[in-house]
């Protein structure tokens, strides 16, 4: 049976933006959802979160896992498949960063506590899919671009749709580009 982890990001929570959206469609076709509440979204750790996982996600991740981000959470996505042992079905990043430095949001100064191991990252999926605006305004296409190049991860740049939040719309209740990039993907 496949499963998914949907996982907001810095300031987020399992209720904002596309997520539970997500989750419901995902859930329609047979999809088993965690949507957790990562812990300290206000000030995030990538140890702190990936612990987090690692004791309270309720299933194995393992080959029938997908692993979806966004923003902050989709760097989460990162350090779970390098920490993993086991190789997850596929992974998608919406909206990641490689670091602080373009943004210096004071939110995120914890953030970056594990170092990225791309060889390990790609070692434990054969499909990790980075997904970007030409416009974000706190992600730079190049972060993307950095880290699919990384990764061998697959790049789909969308234009005009800001970080993909409801900041930069009310659509972004939903995210229906998503769930066919997932689809397509994990058929």
């Not at 997850?88 to 191991?117: G, H």
Request: glycine fraction near 6%; hydrophobic fraction near 35%; proline fraction near 6%.
């Amino acid at each position: 049976m496949t499963k998914a982890i949907i996982f907001h990001g810095t300031q987020g929570s399992p209720e904002g933006n596309w997520f539970r959206w997500l989750e419901k469609e995902l859930t329609k076709t047979g999809v088993e959802v965690w949507l957790p509440k990562l812990p300290n979204a206000d000030r995030p750790s990538l140890k702190e979160w990936t612990d987090f996982v690692f004791e309270n996600c309720p299933f194995d991740i393992d080959e029938e896992t997908i692993l979806i981000g966004h923003s902050s959470g989709g760097i989460l996505v990162l350090t779970i498949l390098q920490r993993t042992t086991n190789k997850v079905k596929a992974a998608f990043c919406i909206s990641a960063f490689k670091d602080n430095d373009f943004l210096s949001w004071e939110a995120n100064n914890r953030l970056f506590d594990v170092p990225f191991n791309f060889a390990k990252i790609k070692d434990h999926t054969d499909s990790i899919t980075f997904i970007q605006s030409d416009n974000d305004p706190y992600v730079p296409v190049e972060h993307s671009k950095y880290l699919a190049s990384k990764t061998k991860g697959k790049l789909i740049v969308i234009p005009g749709q800001g970080h993909f939040n409801l900041e930069t719309s009310p659509k972004y209740k939903e995210f229906p580009e998503l769930l066919e990039i997932i689809k397509e993907k994990v058929k």
